[in-house]
């Protein structure tokens, strides 16, 4: 995960303000308490030679004369006489978009906010009181520096693995991808022989997931990050491309969205938003795009969590720039990629970054003074129902916790309507870098080197990279481990981008809030886990830690992701908890009623793909009124069992008798069961 570097009063990582609290009144230029008022944030990690101005409408309008719609700057001595050589640009470009822009929600007034920019040498607390005393600006916010953390360690790929005992989904069906290194996707399917702490079933079980969906073309996630490799080999056919410029004129803005060249997405680390440089940069994002939908079933690299079956079905991605080697973008300019993600139909924002932890105590702090502007960008993305019909209204916003070590998370994971993820190990149990705490609210794998007290890589999380990373041959160049919650935030944008494929599959239609409900109760158990301790290695600097185990619970979210049970939910099928090597008797009260036991069963249909992705030596049948099973291994899959309701057999023509009824049920197989319905 990268950080917004941020002092403790201010520092709004991206956009402007929201209107809605920014006074609508002028001030006299000369009352020096008003004045200071409207200035938002320190100059602290603030950008030299630019401010953020909010003004009224009576200026936008003024000002939409004059400044050009694609982003350019132009002098502002007319209308700025005392910013004194100044220029002014747009922070929001595409006057063809603003009817969009008005119509999702009054309070988002883009069209209001500018950038004026001036020498570097000037001083910008000057520099801000002198604009904040115009009487049509409203506030002025100091553009802050987004940095990332630290430069993500990178660990080469020694190619494909052996570890082949999970991948089969049923007999006489060969592996579920053709990917070489989904063996050692363990994130995917661990079946514990990574590491010798591997807990087999700690994974997000997706192999079954795809046997009912791989993704959809129609699922658009934006990855805010570093740039994406768009043309790496196991990428290139997921990116969402923008036809008129990729057909249309070099330099040009063929669509006249505001930006030039925006074929894949946008570098928004500088003013005039350059084309994507993805080899500029730690590789950072092409690893969290790859997790997302690398292609899956293409013979060659590894598998996305949403990339497709083959058939070009994966979900696509934009790629949303704001780190460029040593070059960080603005306030302003990151608030635009939320933006333009939004406008080019982005249902997911994936973003591995966020505020330093502590930076604020709660949403309240966060929605108001100079953090106000994030708040009002996610929310006019959250709140976005033209663009994703018919299967959701609104969008999803997912975040990484952070890498701290500590049990604060990061806003904008921390914000209430956006889904904050923490980082697991091959073990299942928290890794050590992860930030957890109040607002945590799902984990997913996000490897874990030194777990156990060992070094061990592959326990890591395996994706693409932009090629020159590692030596080696060219397949093994362009494949990493890396580690963090950045690596674990994009398991569930890939999971959720499933869910929405599968929704949009069978014709459902859910609100934000319903859909962020199922993605946060679609998990396994992780309290009944943290009991005693763990031994961890830190990355940064080899020390052997200890871990108390309890300190974790209820401080990381709700539990561990499991796609097969987004799907379930989104099918409505319920889901029974079963323990791998046991034969046991399950309990069918919960769906036939306080009075199954007493029902006359007609039997128990499975398919053989279920079967074999449950170990099933036999049929599962019912005994004692209770459900029969013996599966052999950890997996997933669905049965029907019919009875009779009313009687004891069928009625006919010939004999009364009561109706027959059926429940299709999905059974998940893992280790012991818990009481909570999960696993220890």
């Not at 300190?551 to 319920?574: F, V």
Request: glycine content about 12%; some cysteine.
């Amino acid at each position: 995960m990268s950080r917004i570097s941020m002092p403790a009063v201010a520092a709004a990582m991206i956009f402007a303000v929201a209107a809605c609290s920014v006074s609508e009144s002028s001030v006299n230029p000369g009352d020096s308490d008003n004045i200071a008022s409207k200035i938002l944030g320190t100059a602290s990690d603030a950008a030299a030679g630019s401010l953020l101005i909010y003004v009224d409408e009576e200026f936008a309008s003024e000002l939409a004369a004059m400044v050009p719609s694609d982003g350019s700057s132009v002098s502002a001595e007319s209308v700025l006489p005392e910013a004194d050589d100044a220029c002014i640009r747009r922070i929001f470009p595409g006057s063809d978009r603003e009817a969009l822009t008005k119509s999702s929600g009054s309070d988002y007034k883009y069209h209001r906010w500018f950038k004026v920019t001036f020498s570097p040498e000037k001083s910008l607390v000057q520099m801000s009181e002198t604009l904040a005393a115009l009487p049509h600006v409203q506030a002025v916010q100091y553009n802050t520096i987004v940095y990332p953390a630290v430069e993500p360690q990178v660990y080469p790929y020694q190619g494909p693995g052996t570890r082949i005992s999970s991948m089969a989904v049923a007999a006489g069906q060969s592996p579920v991808f053709n990917d070489p290194g989904l063996a050692d996707q363990w994130h995917y399917s661990n079946d514990g022989s990574v590491c010798r702490t591997a807990r087999e079933g700690a994974d997000i079980n997706v192999l079954d997931a795809w046997r009912l969906t791989g993704g959809d073309r129609e699922i658009i996630v934006a990855v805010i990050d570093d740039g994406v490799w768009y043309d790496h080999p196991d990428l290139k056919n997921n990116m969402w491309t923008n036809e008129a410029e990729l057909n249309g004129e070099p330099g040009v803005d063929d669509d006249g969205n505001g930006y030039v060249d925006d074929i894949h997405g946008v570098n928004f680390c500088y003013d005039d938003y350059q084309p994507v440089r993805w080899d500029r940069g730690s590789g950072h994002g092409t690893h969290v795009a790859g997790t997302v939908a690398a292609e899956n079933n293409n013979g060659i690299g590894v598998c996305g969590v949403a990339g497709g079956t083959g058939n070009n079905d994966g979900v696509r991605m934009i790629t949303c720039q704001i780190f460029e080697g040593e070059l960080y973008a603005t306030v302003d300019q990151v608030a635009a990629a939320f933006k333009y993600a939004k406008d080019q139909g982005a249902v997911i924002i994936q973003g591995s970054f966020g505020f330093d932890p502590g930076a604020y105590r709660n949403d309240l702090d966060y929605k108001t003074g100079p953090a106000e502007a994030q708040a009002m960008a996610l929310d006019d993305f959250l709140n976005n129902n033209d663009n994703f019909s018919p299967y959701i209204d609104g969008g999803l916003a997912i975040f990484s916790a952070g890498n701290n070590y500590t049990g604060t998370i990061c806003y904008p994971g921390a914000y209430t309507d956006c889904i904050c993820v923490t980082a697991l190990g091959a073990d299942g149990l928290p890794a050590l870098y992860t930030n957890y705490g109040y607002g945590s609210n799902i984990a997913a794998p996000g490897g874990e080197s030194g777990t156990g007290g060992e070094t061990n890589i592959s326990a890591c999380v395996l994706s693409t990279i932009p090629e020159g990373f590692t030596d080696g041959e060219w397949e093994r160049e362009t494949y990493a481990y890396m580690q963090g919650t950045s690596m674990a935030c994009p398991h569930v944008s890939g999971v959720a981008a499933l869910g929405l494929a599968y929704a949009k599959k069978l014709g459902k239609h859910y609100s934000r809030e319903q859909f962020v409900s199922m993605i946060l109760s679609s998990v396994n158990d992780l309290d009944g886990m943290l009991e005693g301790s763990k031994r961890s290695l830190r990355a940064d600097n080899g020390a052997l830690m200890q871990m108390n185990l309890s300190n974790y619970r209820t401080y990381m979210g709700t539990g561990s992701i499991d796609a097969w049970r987004l799907l379930m939910q989104i099918e409505g099928t319920p889901c029974i908890m079963a323990v791998a090597g046991e034969e046991q008797s399950l309990s069918l009260d919960e769906y036939f009623g306080g009075g199954a036991d007493g029902l006359t069963y007609l039997g128990v249909d499975i398919s053989d793909a279920d079967m074999a992705s449950l170990g099933l030596d036999a049929k599962p049948s019912i005994q004692d009124g209770k459900l029969l099973i013996h599966p052999m291994k950890f997996g997933s899959g669905k049965l029907t069992v019919r009875a009779v309701g009313g009687g004891t057999n069928v009625g006919n023509d010939s004999i009364n008798g009561g109706q027959e009824i059926s429940k299709e049920i999905s059974i998940v197989t893992r280790g012991v069961a818990a009481s909570n319905n999960g696993w220890l």
